[in-house]
Structures are given as structure tokens and as C-alpha cells.
């Protein structure tokens, strides 16, 4: 079946400092890619995502790029801000018994401190 | 336009007692799905309906019920509340003219003691 694999954290990050968060997966087929972000007390929300190999998903300032040679979605960031302080969930949404199945990862806790 | 909407926010039950976690979605939706949250596990699946008329079990479909009211509506019930079901849950909806983006409540904090 489908996985994703991500590091838990907690990632603890100084203010303006690189973001790399990775995020390898295992699928058949043809995957679409997406990272979603949980802030405190929220539900998920979409940060960006991939549909075809090659593609690179950008939003606020993220990007990740589909490579289905690594079979990898790695979550970039040049200069994180303490607003950043959040739960990053790499996810993969592929046919799974006839249906729209969406797989996530364990979520990767990130901290920003000033 | 809400998007997804749960209730309760909070709830604290007993062993044994019975509870109905509501979603409601006003994307026109047809996929809907439930998830529990809990550390280390990430989001497992717990059921989902394709569409209006139909549910199927997920990962951890255990100790649970659903029933998709109408198109908007999708409800999960727990008979019979046990301590390994103190979780965080999540519904969830989805559909091809949004990209297959799924789209996610606020979520139910559930403890039961």
C-alpha cells in the first residue's frame, strides 16, 4: 500500500534560519503530492502541493519539488519567522480500492524561536 | 461560506457512554472522510463515504459508526466511549472540481476517562 515517511521533530529553528523537512514516499501509480500545516488548536490546511513529477509546489514562502527518481517531497523554507511555529504533514493522494485515498505522514512539530 | 464545520469542540465522556461527533461541509462535496489524531501516529483513517448513499471502513474503523445524513452531513458515532479512544478528531471532505485538496474541520478534542 501507500506510506509516507516524515521525521517527527520537534525541529527547533532560530529565526531566520533554512527549513528542510523531508518527506520520502512509497505509492503505485502516479501520486499527487501535498504538504499540509496545523497550527495550534487548528484543523490541517493545504500549504502547497505537487501533481506531476518535476512540478514544484510553492506557497508563503515554501516550495517542494516532486523527484519521482527519490521518491521524495522535501518541505523548503530560506527564512523561517516564528509565525512558522507549526505541525507540517507531508500527504500523498493516489487511487486506493476505487477511491480517493489520502495518505499521511506522522507530522514533523517545528519551533521557531526568536 | 463555513467550509467544515464539527461539533463539539470539547468533550469529555465515561467509559461506556455513547456520543455523535457531527460535519456538516457547504463545498458541495461528495467525499467525506473521518480521522482521529494522536502523537506519534499522525492521521489514521478511521471511515469515509465516496459519496452520498455509501460509507466504507478505513485503518481503524473499531468501536465506531457513521452515517452520511445527506450530501453535507456525515456523523460518527461511538457506542460504547473506551479510554483508547481519547483522540483528537478530524472530518475532512474533498472533491475533484477543488483539486482533490481535502479540506478539514476544526476538530473534536475527545477525552473519555
Known amino acids: 500500500g501507500n506510506s509516507v515517511t516524515q521525521m517527527e521533530g520537534p525541529v527547533t529553528l532560530s529565526e531566520e534560519a533554512f527549513l528542510t523537512i523531508n518527506c520520502t514516499y512509497t505509492?503505485?501509480?502516479?501520486?499527487?503530492l501535498f504538504w499540509y500545516v496545523q497550527y495550534p488548536g487548528e484543523g490541517l490546511q493545504l500549504l502547497l502541493k505537487a501533481t506531476k513529477a518535476d512540478d514544484k509546489g510553492s506557497n508563503k514562502g515554501f516550495e517542494a519539488t516532486y523527484r519521482k527518481e527519490t521518491t521524495s517531497f522535501h518541505l523548503e523554507k530560506g527564512s523561517v519567522q516564528v509565525s512558522d511555529s507549526a505541525v507540517y504533514f507531508c500527504?500523498?493522494?493516489?487511487?486506493?480500492?476505487?477511491?480517493?485515498?489520502?495518505?499521511f505522514g506522522i507530522g514533523t512539530k517545528l519551533q521557531v524561536i526568536p | 461560506n463555513a467550509g467544515v464545520t464539527q461539533t463539539p469542540k470539547f468533550q469529555v465522556l465515561k467509559t461506556g457512554q455513547s456520543m455523535t461527533l457531527q460535519c456538516a461541509q457547504d463545498?458541495?462535496?461528495?467525499?467525506m472522510y473521518w480521522y482521529r489524531q494522536d502523537p506519534g501516529m499522525g492521521l489514521r483513517l478511521i471511515y469515509y463515504s465516496a459519496s452520498e448513499g455509501t460509507t466504507d471502513k478505513g485503518e481503524v474503523p473499531n468501536g465506531y459508526n457513521v452515517s452520511r445524513l445527506n450530501k453535507r452531513e456525515f456523523s460518527l458515532r461511538l457506542e460504547s466511549a473506551a479510554p483508547s479512544q481519547t483522540s483528537v478528531y478530524f472530518c475532512?471532505?474533498?472533491?475533484?472540481?477543488?483539486?482533490?485538496?481535502?479540506?478539514f474541520g476544526p476538530g473534536t478534542r475527545l477525552t473519555v476517562t
Open positions: 475532512a471532505s474533498m472533491d475533484r472540481p477543488s483539486g482533490y485538496e481535502q479540506y
Open positions: 505509492a503505485t501509480g502516479y501520486p499527487s
Open positions: 463545498m458541495n462535496h461528495n467525499s
Open positions: 500527504a500523498l493522494r493516489g487511487l486506493s480500492g476505487g477511491y480517493q485515498k489520502v495518505t
